[in-house]
């Protein structure tokens, strides 16, 4: 058991990390303007096919070149497509952000066809390490170190940096915050290019991990983020975290542990603890603050 | 600098919340706007700060018209409100709390820091500052929102019941830290206030509403011996 232990672990925090990173680019943007952004799938689908077109070139400039794509790209959707909808319903915005995915999506389709492409960004990472005595695989063992230090970095932004401190007060109260001077389109943009930053980390390691890119990449990853989101508290960051590696925890523990008969049902079992989460605890685990009231 | 509303109309549906109402505001004064429930103060307060639109009259800061000015644009002029719900960021620190606040003021972070303490060691607040927002008692909470004011850098501070729920003592406490803040910053102090002795003790003038019309106004003294003020306002508190 100790050997096939720590491989096990570190797969389970390595799926984990990634729906955390991408909780937490969802679960930012939604704290600080109420918008519950499903183009985040196409933040991550996007530098994704950089990386791909970028293939023939050394992977620090296809790796820079998709954060750069990630950025460009949020900050274009917020000032073309969200801003203008601002304060407005929620519900109406998350429609808007269906808009904006699937017109991405299809420009994706129109670009580049929709079948398959092989990426290999971090190809250096093939191979494995030992590590307490067990043989891990030596990509999955970086996601998990890269997805930890992008929590503490971002919790270090939030908690010490003018820009951080903004954002948690305008996440917690965003009229006040404007009141007390809080500049809400800084305040929004930093919100995005954070999102983006985590979605483009997320593409470079997820596609290291599956080797291809299509145009629904992002999606798969996304939609489990969302539930991640909903189960850690909507609009609570350390509960987005917390959620998405549970969420990724558990599906991968169930794929390893459950009856090979019962296997293919493994998210039967993921959403089945989903709902009853969400039974006993509808607000999530960490309800946010400020969530109630908005005027 | 002056900060003036004049003829002030604002209606809810058919109510008229506030009917023609003139005020001035200088700085380096301390004016009480009292009245009973319902008389327009609060509603006043939120024309004065940018909160409410008026249906007829204007509001001018330091001489210039403030028509079509959104709330936060007032703040940035120096016209400063504090709420009857403080309204703190219960998530962050009480010293975090005056720092967001600093920071509008174009400071970087860490002289925001610096400069948090100072004003929460001038309210007596200085052992609080590390400690979450959400854990302060009742006159605390209302201080810090005091000193989240002060580091907008007011050239008048507008405040909303700041001793409702307050007891005697944390009351008069109050009034003296208002005194000296006027005495300090220099700004321009609207008080509204329902405990009268404060209100008289604490106001060069004051302004007496009463269903949202003017009723009085003038020196504590002035407006305490008025008839039309006896009968409607402690007539109707008797």
């Given at each position: 058991m100790g050997s096939a232990f720590i491989p096990i672990m570190i797969d389970a925090f390595s799926v984990g990390g990634l729906y955390a990173l991408t909780a937490l680019g969802i679960g930012l943007i939604f704290s600080v303007m109420r918008l519950a952004n499903f183009a985040h799938a196409e933040f991550v689908t996007v530098p994704a096919y950089a990386l791909f077109v970028l293939s023939d070139h050394p992977v620090v400039v296809s790796i820079s070149a998709a954060v750069l794509v990630a950025v460009v790209l949020a900050l274009v959707t917020e000032r073309a497509a969200f801003r203008p909808l601002r304060g407005i319903d929620p519900a109406t915005m998350l429609i808007a952000s269906f808009a904006v995915s699937m017109f991405i999506q299809r420009l994706l389709v129109f670009a580049f066809d929709s079948r398959i492409k092989p990426v290999?960004?971090?190809?250096?990472?093939?191979g494995s390490v030992a590590l307490f005595g067990a043989q891990v695989n030596l990509l999955k063992l970086t996601t998990v170190i890269t997805c930890l230090v992008l929590l503490i970095a971002l919790t270090v932004f939030l908690k010490y940096t003018r820009f951080g401190l903004e954002m948690r007060a305008a996440a917690e109260d965003f009229t006040m915050s404007r009141l007390l001077g809080v500049r809400a389109n800084r305040v929004i943009a930093t919100a995005f290019v954070l999102s983006a930053l985590l979605a483009a980390v997320v593409a470079v390691l997820f596609s290291a991990q599956t080797g291809f890119v299509h145009p629904r990449f992002g999606l798969q990853i996304v939609i489990i983020a969302f539930v991640a989101t909903v189960i850690g508290g909507l609009g609570n960051l350390l509960g987005a975290a917390v959620g998405g590696f549970l969420v990724g925890v558990v599906s991968t523990l169930l794929q390893a542990l459950l009856p090979p008969d019962l296997r293919p049902f493994r998210e039967a079992f993921v959403f089945l603890l989903v709902i009853l989460v969400l039974l006993f605890r509808p607000q999530g685990l960490f309800p946010a603050r400020g969530l109630k009231e908005r005027i | 600098m002056e900060l003036e509303a004049s003829g002030v109309t604002v209606r809810f549906g058919g109510i008229r919340a506030v009917e023609d109402v003139s005020l001035r505001l200088a700085e380096g004064e301390i004016v009480g706007l009292i009245g009973p429930n319902g008389a327009g103060k609060t509603t006043l307060v939120n024309v004065l700060s940018g909160f409410q639109r008026p249906r007829t009259g204007q509001i001018r800061v330091g001489g210039e018209n403030a028509r079509g000015w959104s709330a936060h644009a007032f703040a940035r002029r120096g016209v400063v409100r504090t709420f009857q719900a403080v309204r703190l960021f219960s998530g962050l620190t009480v010293a975090e709390n005056v720092e967001t606040a600093l920071l509008s003021t174009g400071v970087g972070r860490a002289a925001a820091r610096t400069r948090a303490r100072d004003i929460l060691g001038y309210l007596h607040l200085a052992e609080r500052a590390d400690m979450g927002a959400s854990a302060l008692s009742y006159g605390d909470e209302r201080r810090v929102g005091i000193a989240r004011a002060l580091a907008m850098e007011p050239k008048f501070l507008l405040l909303d019941e700041p001793a409702a729920g307050l007891n005697i003592g944390e009351a008069e406490e109050l009034g003296k830290t208002i005194a000296g803040i006027r005495d300090d910053f220099g700004c321009g102090t609207l008080v509204i206030e329902h405990n009268m002795a404060l209100v008289t003790n604490l106001c060069e003038r004051l302004h007496v509403l009463a269903t949202g019309r003017t009723l009085a106004e003038g020196t504590p003294a002035e407006v305490m011996s008025n008839p039309a003020f006896k009968d409607a306002y402690l007539g109707a508190a008797a």
């Open positions: 290999n960004p971090l190809a250096v990472l093939d | -």
